[in-house]
């Protein structure tokens, strides 16, 4: 270099120009640019020798996604046209698999490579070490499945591929049928319920009452007249107690025992009256005493009909009639004696004051509505 500056130095204007327009271009020139070796990626091919060096675990591929569909799933949750092999992964470091297969501890592989139910990589290890550690392959799955979160995918080697598969043959999706069965579905969903569609009594005592939704538990507690306001768990609480209270005795329970007792007693003298009434006389006096008594009896006997055509009034019941007697509803169709009625009657709490004949009323209410 310093002789090279001597001489640029020492040289004359002329010179130097000659000397520049020869070093110039020179310095210019680029160097030739090397070419780069292709980059060696990691073989994909079937059936090498394993290599324990990369991931353990066994991949699919499709080399024909045009014919077969990305993945090979031309049909929904079936993948064909594959092959399998090593997987390419990295190992992380204490393990024998990439981070995609679980490498970075246990239950962390891929969903996609996982089988739900099994927990475990569906198409297991491409190969292992044996006893004397040396690499050996293991053998393909035959026919393997593969359990999503949702579905059952089913996976087929290239080998037993056929023209089903392919995009051309297979199955469209069946998105009409489903928006068929949706609409359906919906319809039901429109259907108003009504209290009789439901059997309450089987809800609550399964336990299902729960998973009715609010709409519903509203049909049984305006059915009652209960009002609740409040979580869906105080609706079900209150069905509930509710519920119970129909099974438990209470005062009015006695009450309408004590009236059906008393109405039985009426019916018992009137029979005593009627037979004695039959029996010969043969005592003329006692033969007119008797008269006198009878008459005097039916006369009390018609006044307390005339009371009891007068007491007997038909009053309806949440659309039901009944037969009010000294204040008590009687049923017209059997004659029971159903329990006291309120003051006005239409205030009546049936479920409070009528106890076991609850049910009677309630059959009432459904003979009713048929008839009409």
């Known amino acids: 270099m310093q002789h090279l500056v001597a001489i640029v130095e020492s040289s004359t204007a002329e010179e130097r120009k000659t000397l520049s327009d020869l070093l110039i271009p020179a310095m210019e020139k680029k160097s030739p640019k090397t070419s780069r070796k292709p980059r060696t990626s990691k073989s994909k091919v079937s059936g090498q020798p394993f290599d324990p060096s990369m991931c353990w675990a066994r991949c699919h591929t499709c080399d024909d996604e045009d014919l077969?569909?990305?993945?090979?799933?031309?049909?929904?949750?079936?993948?064909?046209?594959?092959?399998?092999?090593?997987?390419?992964?990295?190992?992380?470091?204490?393990?024998?698999?990439?981070?995609?297969?679980?490498?970075?501890?246990?239950?962390?592989?891929?969903?996609?490579?996982?089988?739900?139910?099994?927990?475990?990589?569906f198409l297991g290890d491409y190969g292992k070490m044996d006893e004397d550690e040396n690499p050996?392959?293991?053998?393909?799955?035959?026919?393997p499945t593969r359990m999503s979160k949702k579905a059952l995918h089913k996976y087929i080697w290239i080998e037993d591929t056929d023209?089903?598969?392919?995009?051309?043959?297979?199955?469209?999706?069946?998105?009409?049928?489903?928006?068929?069965?949706?609409?359906?579905?919906?319809?039901e969903k429109d259907k108003e319920l009504v209290y009789a569609d439901i059997d309450w009594g089987a809800k609550i005592s399964s336990g299902e009452i729960e998973d009715l939704p609010v709409k519903t538990l509203k049909i049984y507690l305006e059915e009652h007249g209960i009002t609740v306001k409040g979580k869906k768990s105080d609706k079900i609480a209150a069905i509930n107690d509710h519920f119970d209270s129909l099974d438990e005795p209470d005062e009015n329970d006695t009450e309408g025992e004590?009236?059906?007792?008393?109405?039985?007693?009426?019916?018992?003298?009137?029979?005593?009256?009627?037979?004695?009434e039959a029996a010969p006389n043969h005592d003329a006096e006692e033969?007119?005493?008797?008269?006198?008594?009878?008459?005097?009896?039916?006369?009390?006997?018609?006044?307390?009909?005339?009371?009891?055509?007068?007491?007997?009034?038909?009053?309806?019941?949440?659309?039901?009639?009944?037969?009010?007697?000294?204040?008590?509803?009687?049923?017209?169709?059997?004659?029971?004696?159903?329990?006291?009625?309120?003051?006005?009657?239409?205030?009546?709490?049936?479920?409070?004051?009528?106890?076991?004949?609850?049910?009677?009323?309630?059959k009432n209410i459904t003979d009713t509505q048929a008839a009409q």
């Not at 064909?80 to 246990?106: E, F, M, N, V, W």
């Not at 962390?108 to 996982?114: D, E």
């Not at 598969?165 to 919906?186: G, I, Q, R």
């Open 68 to 121: 077969y569909g990305k993945g090979g799933e031309a049909t929904k949750n079936i993948h064909a046209g594959l092959r399998d092999h090593q997987c390419t992964g990295k190992i992380i470091d204490g393990s024998h698999y990439c981070s995609r297969h679980g490498g970075k501890g246990p239950g962390t592989s891929a969903v996609s490579v996982t089988c739900q139910d099994e927990k475990k990589l």
């Open 136 to 143: 050996v392959n293991l053998p393909r799955p035959e026919n």
């Open 163 to 187: 023209d089903t598969h392919t995009k051309a043959n297979s199955k469209p999706n069946s998105n009409s049928n489903s928006k068929s069965k949706s609409k359906s579905k919906d319809k």
């Open 258 to 276: 004590e009236a059906e007792q008393e109405v039985e007693e009426e019916e018992a003298e009137q029979e005593v009256e009627d037979e004695e």
């Open 287 to 362: 033969a007119s005493a008797d008269s006198e008594e009878s008459d005097d009896d039916d006369d009390d006997d018609d006044d307390d009909d005339d009371s009891s055509e007068e007491e007997c009034d038909l009053e309806a019941i949440q659309g039901v009639n009944y037969a009010v007697h000294e204040g008590n509803a009687i049923d017209i169709k059997t004659g029971t004696v159903m329990g006291p009625v309120a003051n006005p009657i239409s205030s009546t709490n049936i479920f409070q004051m009528w106890g076991e004949n609850v049910a009677i009323h309630l």
